[in-house]
């Protein structure tokens, strides 16, 4: 091997000589060097600068910006010899798109371009108030049903300790209507875990005597309205 | 003749590359482009597909009539027949819709509307064939696929085997490289990551594919046809030469492979020292299997003729004066 050799290798390889489309070998050899001249990088050509590029519509700074990014990108390179080639064969094959097509393509875009069928639109007004009613009035009985109910107290229920609630951890906790003490009386809520009779209340295992009903029909009786709907009176529970 | 004005090329230096530095012949489709680029008024065009965006009147409709011959001709030359290009317009045109007409948003007048919408259909449908080869229907999708970037396969093929005699062996060549592609489920395929696009991934992973091939078969070939030579000239029996290389071939063998392993040392070297530019003509230079004639490169660089013979000189001195300098060679030098 001497230097001319090599020389003589790149002349050949860049077309230095003349003869050098005739050498057999030179296919290999290119191919032998262009693989290890790639470094396998990849990149990515918008199609954008794609398109400017072959129409001849970048500026040199942009040209010399995008040959760096060929230089250093075989796929990129690549992918524009492909994009050149797709155009040249399209601008020598072009034919004209089936009218029928192009009238479906544009009919329909027409319907969702005049009037778009989004679901805000398509449910009207009048249903939404309907569904707002509802929810309000479900909300007003909610709060009627709650406000009525009352917390049985089961003394035959065995006694756990349980986790006492902090109304501040857990604001959005409804609350529902505690029994309150009578006025003037001192009387401490109960903690879990001490068990007290319950007042007003009869043991379980007592005994009450059943009222016979009486004999004699009487005038029924309204009852009293109840305290929360009697304006000025005192509710026993709140 | 080619003049650079204000930084951008004119229409008519594009129309002098397509007349007077393209082969004559089989230029046709670059004349017509040359053509279509010189009549262009990009302001209008990029006015055009403002007017999309913005929603006015009657603006899509307009655009779809313009591009309509654009993205037929592409389907049709990407898809197998009518009824799919049928198929590949009606989504092509619906993606140019999608999220707002989000592919046309890019545009910026830079190029022309059909030059741009041809390259935005031939993405949408390699996004279509990639699809089919993420799915689990891979299979399905080979005939597409080869539809696709057939044409492509066998211009790189080409240009690596240029020549009439090489009509067997590039035959050869297309089938090894679809062989290797539908290895293993199309793993090859499947390792498509999503950098850089999917078409310059498959035709670099052929672009390699065809290296192999070619380094591993072209000599093997030679001693082939070396051999059928032979025997050609004595068919008798009893003289039938061996497949096997004689020990000449051999020494041949290695002493080439010793001289590209040096040559390919000098020529990252040297490249490591270029400009981009000129690593850029260094890469396209041999990307092709004989020399390419400076008005090829000058097209593909998009540069002049005159300044595509000053690249290669200042690549051949740059590339003389490492060699000169190589180590290798030094000692050569300092044994004589």
């Known amino acids: 091997m001497t230097p001319g050799t090599l020389h003589a290798l790149f002349e050949r390889l860049f077309g230095g000589t003349d003869d050098a489309a005739k050498d057999s070998a030179h296919a290999r050899q290119t191919a032998h060097l262009a693989a290890d001249l790639d470094h396998g990088e990849s990149d990515t050509l918008d199609v954008v600068q794609l398109a400017a590029y072959l129409d001849g519509g970048l500026d040199e700074a942009k040209q010399n910006d995008l040959h760096a990014r060929l230089s250093q990108s075989p796929a990129a390179l690549h992918d524009l010899a492909s994009a050149d080639a797709f155009l040249e064969a399209m601008a020598a094959a072009r034919e004209a798109a089936p009218a029928g097509l192009v009238a479906s393509t544009i009919a329909i875009s027409r319907p969702a371009a005049t009037s778009p069928s989004s679901p805000r639109r398509s449910f009207p007004i009048w249903k939404w108030s309907g569904v707002v009613l509802a929810m309000a009035v479900a909300a007003i009985m909610a709060v009627l049903i709650i406000n009525r109910q009352t917390v049985p107290t089961d003394s035959t229920a065995p006694i756990t300790a349980k986790a006492v609630p902090n109304p501040a951890m857990a604001p959005d906790v409804p609350k529902f209507a505690q029994p309150q003490a009578p006025k003037g009386t001192d009387h401490a809520p109960t903690m879990a875990g001490k068990k007290e009779a319950p007042a007003n209340m009869a043991p379980a295992a007592s005994e009450e005597p059943m009222l016979l009903p009486s004999p004699r029909r009487e005038k029924p009786s309204i009852a009293p309205e109840s305290f929360d709907t009697v304006p000025g009176s005192q509710p026993p529970y709140r | ?336």
């Not at chain 2, 299979?139 to 240029?162: H, Q």
């Not at chain 2, 051999?227 to 051999?250: F, K, N, R």
Request: glycine share 6%; with cysteine.
């Open chain 2, 1 to 336: 003749m080619i003049e650079i004005v204000s930084g951008v090329m004119t229409q008519q230096d594009a129309f002098g590359r397509a007349t007077d530095k393209a082969p004559m012949g089989a230029r046709l489709g670059l004349i017509k482009r040359a053509i279509s680029i010189m009549g262009a008024d990009l302001a209008q065009d990029r006015d055009f597909v403002r007017s999309v965006l913005e929603a006015k009147p009657q603006a899509w409709e307009r655009l779809v009539r313009r591009i309509a011959d654009t993205v037929w001709t592409a389907c049709r030359l990407l898809c197998g027949d009518d009824a799919e290009a049928g198929t590949a317009f009606s989504d092509v045109m619906e993606a140019l819709r999608a999220d707002g007409f989000r592919r046309l948003r890019p545009y910026n007048g830079s190029s022309r509307i059909e030059t741009f919408v041809a390259l935005v259909t031939r993405d949408v449908l390699a996004e279509r064939l990639l699809q089919l080869f993420q799915a689990h229907s891979a299979s399905d999708g080979w005939t597409a696929f080869e539809r696709f970037f057939g044409a492509d396969i066998n211009r790189i093929i080409n240009r690596r085997l240029p020549g009439a005699d090489r009509a067997d062996l590039r035959q050869d060549a297309y089938q090894d490289i679809c062989v290797a592609l539908i290895a293993d489920d199309y793993r090859r395929l499947k390792a498509y990551r999503g950098i850089g696009s999917f078409t310059g991934f498959v035709l670099h992973m052929v672009d390699r594919l065809l290296i192999d091939f070619i380094r591993s078969t072209m000599p093997l070939r030679q001693q082939r046809a070396e051999a059928a030579a032979i025997t050609t000239a004595a068919p008798e029996w009893g003289d039938i030469p061996s497949d096997q290389p004689s020990p000449e071939d051999t020494l041949l063998e290695r002493e080439d492979d010793r001289l590209l392993s040096l040559a390919s040392e000098v020529l990252r070297e040297a490249a490591a020292a270029l400009s981009e530019t000129e690593r850029l003509y260094l890469h396209i230079a041999l990307g092709s299997g004989e020399p390419i004639p400076a008005r090829e490169v000058a097209r593909q660089m998009q540069r002049p003729v005159e300044e595509v013979y000053k690249l290669k000189q200042r690549v051949m001195a740059r590339l003389r004066d490492t060699l000169d300098r190589h180590p290798a060679v030094k000692m050569w030098k300092a044994s004589v």
